[in-house]
């Protein structure tokens, strides 16, 4: 069965902390992997695609990396801001003919002022 | 920045009751979705919709689940007899031809 998890659950760090999101799936035939943001009661905002044939990905403070081999992916970010404060979901396409996304679990980010 | 609504934000119904939830995808979008996120649970994939039809759908969406795109902008998704299960966040999604989804605010879905 193809899974997606997230560990930890939640993380607190302070303020201006460099902080580690990671993201492990079952199946290492993956199609891309894209990272989201989603605060409480909200929809999803993309953050980062990344695509099988790439090792990493950056966007601001935001960088992801891909490890197919190993079925692991991490978010980085960088000089952690209290608005950074989220849940954060990595989601999976795997190859083939499907569509879907599998959605890891969360991991819920509190960045202390 | 074009971005996928969603309508209503909340809507609360009955036990058997019909219901239509409304999206409008990014107007050059050619792929659409619908998926649902029970309180404290994972987002869960429902369906995916391209050229006028079903491409897949999850064991989740079986006959009581239904989508449509009457007309150039909308995409909808209606649950002819609620559940108390139905109960959850419903979210929209679309792409063009590239591979990143966009999702909508989601509508909060309350069955009692």
């Known amino acids: 069965k193809q899974e997606v998890t997230q560990i930890p659950a939640a993380l607190s760090v302070p303020e201006g902390e460099n902080l580690v999101l990671n993201c492990s799936f079952t199946d290492s035939a993956i199609y891309n992997l894209q990272w989201f943001r989603q605060d409480p009661g909200k929809g999803l905002t993309s953050l980062l695609l990344?695509?099988?044939?790439?090792r990493e990905q950056t966007s601001g403070r935001l960088n992801a990396s891909l490890d197919k081999s190993s079925g692991r992916s991490t978010l980085y970010i960088a000089a952690s801001q209290p608005g950074d404060s989220a849940t954060y979901l990595c989601a999976v396409k795997y190859g083939g003919a499907t569509n879907k996304l599998i959605f890891g679990t969360g991991t819920l980010l509190a960045v202390q002022p | 920045e074009p971005e996928v609504t969603q309508t209503p934000s909340h809507q609360v119904t009955q036990m058997g009751q019909e219901v239509i939830l409304r999206c409008v995808p990014i107007s050059n979008h050619l792929y659409f979705y619908w998926y649902r996120q029970i309180l404290g649970q994972k987002v869960e994939f429902l369906v995916s919709?391209?050229?006028?039809?079903?491409?897949?759908k999850s064991e989740i969406f079986d006959d009581q689940f239904s989508v449509e795109r009457p007309d150039g902008s909308n995409f909808t998704l209606k649950i002819r007899s609620t559940k108390l299960e139905d109960s959850a966040m419903y979210f929209c999604?679309?792409?063009?031809?590239?591979?990143?989804?966009?999702f909508g605010p989601g509508t909060r879905l309350t069955v009692l």
């Open positions: 999604a679309s792409r063009f031809q590239g591979d990143e989804q966009f």
């Open positions: 919709f391209y050229n006028n039809e079903i491409s897949e």
């Open positions: 990344i695509q099988s044939s790439q």
